[in-house]
């Protein structure tokens, strides 16, 4: 026989009003998500090396990094639009450069090897990519396609396995959940490459399980409770599916954070949005999904044909 749970995020016995806020909830997501807008037309993303074209290098040098000579010596060599960047400690430097057309950019990656081995004796070269324009585009088309069609198989699975109001609320509010997080990348400065696409992803498919965890409750005390009112409906359905929500959500942030902390220039980006993304899934499933699937199914939605028991009390999960 299972034990009892060790730890409770809430009481068995939570009846907490949610939908009280529903409109606070709505208005609040709407002004995050045209802010969001805003901000991805201007000032716009911070396109990484995958979608902007160009190379980058990673050095460690021997002591901290002198920018001034570096630049100087790439100058000396007809290399004069680079931009320096320290990350993680103060020998820890990232050289990015913008490359023209019809450039041999492995021929300019080599030579900012030996110039930079040449200008600070010691310096170890960790990393050093090139990207070309006409691949950086078809990465980012390839990019922003894997996000369409994301979207649109959400959309037709959650329709073929609940109802169409389930399928729309849940995507609208996912599209949601995506403007805000690029707002969240424009604010932040983290570089979106095909990572960051990856974070986007990983994002949608824990918030689109998260919904699904609460609808199923939905549509199991749809055929249970006939003649409840469909928001306290959904309040009982959030109710019972809050511990397991918290639960699993406080699991994936925590197994985040390290990430985070002490990931590094290359997993921190990735990391924090993936923090983000997770609060504001989280919350979207309460405040967004449930109140667009209130606006959408009231009096709309099938109810089973069972009848629930006489003097019955709702039974609650965690």
Do not use: C
């Not at 998500?33 to 902007?52: E, K, Q, W």
């Not at 979106?192 to 609460?214: E, R």
Request: aromatic residues 8%; without cysteine.
């Amino acid at each position: 026989m299972l034990g009892r749970p060790l730890l409770r995020f809430v009481r068995k016995d939570t009846h907490i009003n949610f939908m009280r806020g529903r409109f606070m909830g709505l208005i609040t997501s709407a002004v995050l998500s045209v802010g969001s807008l805003i901000l991805f037309f201007h000032p716009g993303l911070t396109l990484g090396l995958d979608f902007r074209g160009g190379i980058v290098v990673e050095a460690k040098t021997p002591g901290p990094a002198d920018f001034a000579k570096l630049r100087t010596a790439l100058a000396a060599h007809g290399i004069r639009h680079a931009s320096f960047q320290a990350f993680g400690s103060p020998d820890d430097v990232l050289i990015r450069l913008d490359t023209g057309e019809g450039q041999d950019t492995q021929a300019v990656v080599d030579q900012v090897r030996h110039t930079v081995a040449d200008a600070l004796p010691g310096t170890t070269i960790l990393r050093a990519d090139a990207v070309g324009a006409s691949v950086s585009a078809e990465l980012f088309r390839n990019g922003m396609l894997a996000l369409g069609l994301s979207l649109a198989m959400i959309l037709a699975y959650i329709w073929i396995r609940f109802e169409w109001e389930f399928a729309l609320s849940a995507v609208i509010t996912l599209v949601l959940d995506l403007t805000k997080t690029m707002g969240f990348l424009v604010l932040t400065g983290f570089e979106f490459d095909l990572v960051m696409v990856a974070a986007i992803l990983t994002i949608l498919g824990y918030s689109t399980n998260d919904k699904v965890v609460v609808y199923d409750r939905v549509r199991e005390n749809l055929r249970k409770y006939r003649t409840m009112p469909l928001i306290d409906l959904l309040n009982l359905s959030i109710n019972e599916t809050l511990n397991r929500t918290l639960g699993t959500s406080s699991t994936v942030f925590l197994a985040a954070l390290p990430l985070a902390l002490w990931g590094g220039a290359t997993l921190s980006g990735f990391a924090w949005t993936m923090l983000f993304g997770i609060v504001v899934g989280t919350s979207s499933s309460i405040f967004i999904a449930a109140p667009l699937l209130l606006f959408m199914g009231e009096g709309r939605l099938k109810r089973g044909a069972k009848p629930a028991k006489t003097g019955s009390a709702p039974a609650s999960q965690g």
